[in-house]
């Protein structure tokens, strides 16, 4: 059998087992049409989830925060465990209601690839530099965007299909909902205008086009959720006990037994529809258990001592690489870790102001220290007081 013919054979059992709401990996469009080798036999979604796995903003995802940041400890979470625990949940969702698990893994593999370090804070310090130096705002999900289709691989990056870098634009585990249902027929055009809309309105809310975008997004909730409430009681944060009754008798108390009451929900909820939902009553357990997690650990003073500081470096590092930048500064690390391997085409097309922001946003936590000033680097603590 050549591998055309395993190619062929591989789509038509794909048509036959996947619900009539999946997406085929047939259908996967591409922004440049490629010409496939003969020796490829992989298909479109699980080229991009290949490709990702070998980005180096990928390979970045192994140092940048989750929640806590700058914490000696060996069990609390990074990004690297929650976007391979979002793609598990996910795939898991995907599997029982016969979607199409290699798109699903694609779109959770790349979701964060955006963040910068130290998580949603971040996050914040880079937006409000962008937002004061006329580039609008910083949302990840944009730059998980930015990353994958204009600054790897030199700047001309993977060519992902638009089904995948859809879902990674419309992610947003923030936002609470009951339901999601696709809007389907979107287009590059259309991907290009969400993302300036969202760059300059980021309260616009934005729907996946798949079924697979809406089982991601649903999933990346699902994936934190239990889990920073497991790394809160490992530093004691919060006790078990904390959670509130109601929730604990919905959901339970252990990440496990959240995911898994969740999971099954929606299973329950979305089997052999055209939209992903939680059950009324279950929908209101987690946007309770999320309004706890805000209160009690993301909002909490005690994992912020070092916010002033950090804020303040993130600063200091942007005008550093903006002006090294504009006086062609060679020396600087922003031309010899960053600008030296790309096109004239990424140069061409970004402002000063913008190549910073790419650079800094895909520093790990580590990185991003070794590059502050000696007596302003933050310590880790090995214990949160």
Not at 59 to 68: E, G, H, N, P
Not at 241 to 258: K, S
Not at 353 to 381: K, L
Request: glycine share 4%.
């Amino acid at each position: 059998m050549t591998l055309d013919e395993i190619m062929k054979e591989l789509n038509e059992l794909e048509a036959a087992r996947l619900s009539s709401n999946a997406t085929l990996s047939c259908e996967g469009i591409r922004r440049f049409q490629e010409s496939r080798l003969a020796s490829d036999y992989r298909q479109p979604f699980s080229l991009d989830v290949d490709r990702i796995l070998h980005s180096g903003a990928y390979a970045r995802y192994i140092d940048k925060t989750q929640v806590f940041y700058l914490i000696q400890n060996d069990h609390i979470t990074h990004r690297v465990l929650h976007v391979q625990l979002a793609s598990k949940i996910a795939r898991t969702i995907g599997r029982f209601l016969r979607l199409n698990e290699d798109l699903i893994e694609a779109i959770a593999l790349g979701h964060d690839i955006g963040h910068t370090p130290f998580g949603h804070d971040g996050e914040r310090f880079l937006s409000d530099i962008c937002l004061s130096r006329g580039i609008g705002h910083f949302l990840h999900n944009i730059q998980s965007v930015q990353f994958l289709d204009n600054v790897e691989r030199r700047g001309e990056g993977w060519n992902l299909c638009l089904q995948t870098l859809d879902g990674i634009l419309c992610h947003d585990g923030e936002i609470h909902n009951q339901k999601l249902e696709p809007i389907r027929d979107k287009s590059f055009d259309i991907l290009d205008i969400e993302t300036i809309n969202k760059n300059e309105y980021p309260d616009t809310i934005l729907t996946p086009m798949t079924l697979e975008g809406c089982v991601v997004r649903m999933a990346d909730t699902i994936s934190y959720i239990g889990r920073d409430i497991e790394d809160a009681i490992r530093l004691d944060i919060i006790k078990r006990g904390d959670i509130p009754r109601h929730i604990r008798q919905l959901l339970g108390n252990t990440n496990g037994t959240i995911v898994y009451q969740l999971v099954t929900d929606i299973i329950q909820h979305s089997f052999k529809k055209d939209y992903i939902a939680f059950s009324p009553t279950i929908s209101d357990a987690l946007k309770s258990l999320k309004d706890f997690n805000l209160e009690h650990i993301y909002l909490n003073p005690k994992i912020k001592n070092n916010y002033k500081n950090i804020q303040r470096l993130f600063e200091l590092l942007f005008d550093r690489y903006l002006k090294d930048i504009r006086q062609e500064n060679r020396s600087s690390v922003i031309f010899s870790a960053f600008l030296k391997d790309k096109s004239h085409q990424y140069i061409e097309k970004h402002k000063p102001e913008e190549i910073v922001r790419d650079f800094i946003a895909g520093m790990t936590d580590q990185f991003f220290i070794r590059q502050c000033p000696h007596n302003m680097r933050p310590q880790p603590q090995t214990s949160i007081k």
